[in-house]
T-cell receptor, first 111, second 116 residues
Framework: KQEVTQIPAALSVPEGENLVLNCSFT??????LQWFRQDPGKGLTSLLL?????REQTSGRLNASLDKSSGRSTLYIAASQPGDSATYLC??????????FGSGTRLLVRP | NAGVTQTPKFQVLKTGQSMTLQCAQD?????MSWYRQDPGMGLRLIHY???????DQGEVPNGYNVSRSTTEDFPLRLLSAAPSQTSVYFC???????????????FGEGSRLTVL
């Protein structure tokens, strides 16, 4: 059974800092891994999608990497801004199309 | 482009009542799924579908039914609501890729359900 873990559960950083959010998964037989952002009371917005054959994806100040052999993915946020404050969730899709989420990292970027 | 539309946005039920949460997407996506999110937790998969006429169970399927008669719609039914089903429910959809995987997942705004 796939299990997805995100560390840390919460993170507070000053504006401008570069930061890394971690995601680990127990079953490496995945189709893809996705990172999402969720603002309070809102739905989820897809940030980056990494297919199993890929090692990383980049979008603006965001970079996500995938290492299937170690069961890890990281989301790197460069030059953080207060507008980046949100909960970030990762999710792994297994070969039966089940998408399993981690419990998220709550990020606060202080002005 | 409406994307993924969920209705209702809010609902209060009494224990034992039944209801259907509606989910519709206009992107011709084959993959659709339902999740519940409880306070302080991530999302848990309830049911999912890889195409019309095909449904499968996720992590927490008990107490919920789904059907997929069209590509556009994927309703979630609660047959006899229980207080443990108080939660925020999200529907999501995606298109398949040539390699058998799925693409970016698009989410609805959520349906907040309270069972008294």
């Amino acid at each position: 059974k796939q299990e997805v873990t995100q560390i840390p559960a919460a993170l507070s950083v000053p504006e401008g800092e570069n930061l890394v959010l971690n995601c680990s998964f127990t079953d490496s037989a995945i189709y893809n891994l996705q990172w999402f952002r969720q603002d309070p009371g809102k739905g989820l917005t897809s940030l980056l999608l990494i297919q199993s054959s890929q090692r990383e994806q980049t979008s603006g100040r965001l970079n996500a990497s995938l290492d299937k052999s170690s069961g890890r993915s990281t989301l790197y946020i460069a030059a953080s801004q207060p507008g980046d404050s949100a909960t970030y969730l990762c999710a792994a899709m297994d070969s039966s199309y089940k998408l399993i989420f981690g419990s998220g990292t709550r990020l606060l970027v202080r002005p | 482009n409406a994307g993924v539309t969920q209705t209702p946005k809010f609902q209060v039920l009494k224990t034992g009542q039944s209801m259907t949460l509606q989910c519709a997407q206009d992107m011709n996506h084959e993959y659709m799924s339902w999740y519940r999110q409880d306070p302080g937790m991530g999302l848990r998969l309830i049911h999912y579908s890889v195409g019309a006429g095909i449904t499968d169970q996720g992590e927490v399927p008990n107490g919920y039914n789904v059907s997929r008669s069209t590509t556009e719609d994927f309703p979630l039914r609660l047959l006899s609501a229980a207080p443990s089903q108080t939660s925020v429910y999200f529907c999501a959809s995606s298109s398949p890729t040539s390699g058998g995987s799925t693409g970016e997942l698009f989410f609805g705004e959520g349906s907040r359900l309270t069972v008294l």
